[in-house]
């Protein structure tokens, strides 16, 4: 069906699927096929009627042609019979017994032969004078039929017919009479009466019903015994004045007969020699039933159709839901992504800004640590000038008086004294620079922040650097370290110049004993998360000022050639700016214990770092 030959019902349902309600579709739907019915029933009606009428016409052609037979048969017998010399005879002797009787005998013959009802033969006034029933109760031998119009028309010689009933018989009749002649003389009167009782039934039990009617449109002959002898039309005077003269019917006043076009279907045919119309009249009901069966299908198939195109609809309208559903969900839940993503790039857009803020106040803070730091390590410095101007000027005032002293030497021509004397000041300058080259650790400042950095490589590195001086004192090395690598906050060098640094101090106190030298290194994170790398040895400790002094910048118990006393207070000041602390200790069992606690790490990628050049 194309879309413009929808209904408009159906149309305003598919754009509007939610308001309209279901039943008024189907309702308009319903009265949209039922007026369907309509046309339907008007082409059954058309159709059965002409079916019925076709029929009935065709009976009709046969009853007139079998009536017509009928008639025709009888209506020259008359004629014929009248040459017969025994009627004759009769007629000019009727009181010659013999002759009457030939004649009886004559006319029940042939009505014998011929089916007739009755031939009876009348003198000219009406008297009938032999019969062909001359034998039975009911002869109409000596009985005047003068009344009748075909004795009145036959007599003044012209052929007639009469239907009647017959007034001894009582029996429906259609007469033939014709006048007997001797040449141009009338003698009497010739009558055949045919019984037309047979001819009142169609054949075969059909519904349809027969009439046939007069010329005065009164039923002489019909299926229906209630409709015999009733007027089909209204009767004039004349007709009712001919009508009670010549007594065709058992009743003088016939009765009105009204059929309905309504109740019957009608197919007539005028036999124009008797002046009757024949009819056949089927009933409507004929028409009715088929048409009834028809719309009870007609309508049993619409209401198929209906259902179909309910079901349809119903199926379209749910899938219309389900669509609008879908899309509805879909539309919330893009709007709650959009709602979301617009939710998330706000708080990425503020995590940026904190994060920056926290960078920028984390470079603030480092930049104040280092500050601090480097305020520290000049307040330091500051303390140490004392002593480091002392330690630089003991030398000085040495190397002063070597310088001296050589000049003299070489004066005097010694000059393998003041080459002497040049080796030591050599040696003092040596040491001059070593002690400002450790200065340089507190006022450098670091450039970079502390990062990853694996502690085993880095006690691994510090070791090798000193390798052969362990190997020369034959230090066993106990080593507790875990196999994973442990990640923590310092400087690749840095680190590294600790843990030397520290290394050194152990074997430097290991060489003041004998052999066993035994050197544990172990290491582990804390509770709190920060790890924890211990260096015990077994040599003789700390002396009790050195634990409380250790940390002091040119604090020594070594000879001058060995110790300047600046380890341990570079490797404090490294560590606290690291944010780690050292801890030194003698071991309850002798030796001294340093401890290093540094903060923890993420895993980094290990490789060494370019920092802390000097
Ligand atoms: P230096 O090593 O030049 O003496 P340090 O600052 O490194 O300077 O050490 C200061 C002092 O701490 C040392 O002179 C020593 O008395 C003491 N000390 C350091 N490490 C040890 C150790 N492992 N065992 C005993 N004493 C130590």
Redesign the pocket.
Known sequence: MPADSLPTAVMTFSLNPFRRPRWRTLVLLALLLASLLWPIEHLATRYYRERVAEQSAQTLELYVANLRGTLRRYEALPHIMGDLPALRGALRAAEDADSVNAANQLLERVRRQSGADVIYLMNPAGLTLAASNWSEYDAFVGRNFAFRPYFREALAGRPAQFFGLGTTSGKRGYYFATAVRDGHEVLGVLVVKVDLDHTETLLGSTPEQLLVTDAQGVVILTSRPEWRFRATRELSGAERAEIAANLPYPTQQPQPLALSDQDWLRQSQLLAETGWTASILAPRSLVERPVQSVMAIAAATLLAILLLLAVLLQRRRHLLERLALDARARQELEQRVAERTEDLVALTERLKREVLEREQAQQELVRAQDEVVQAGKLSALGTMSASISHELNQPLAAIRSYADNAGVLLDHGRVDDARGNLRLISELTARMASIISHLKAFARRDRKAPESVALQPALDDALALLASQRRALQVELLRDLPEATLWVQAGETRLRQVLG??L???F???SEKAPPRRLWISAQPLADGRISLS?R?N?????A??LA?????F????TTA??????????DTLTHALGGELL?ANHPQG??L?TLNLLPAATGIGTQSPEDCP
């Open positions: 640094n520290l050194a101090n152990a430097d106190a290991l260096l040895d040599g003789p400790g700390f002396t000022e050195a002094r250790a940390r002091e910048p604090f020594t118990t070594k060995r110790g300047l006393g600046l380890g341990l207070a570079i490797c030194l030796g001294a340093v």
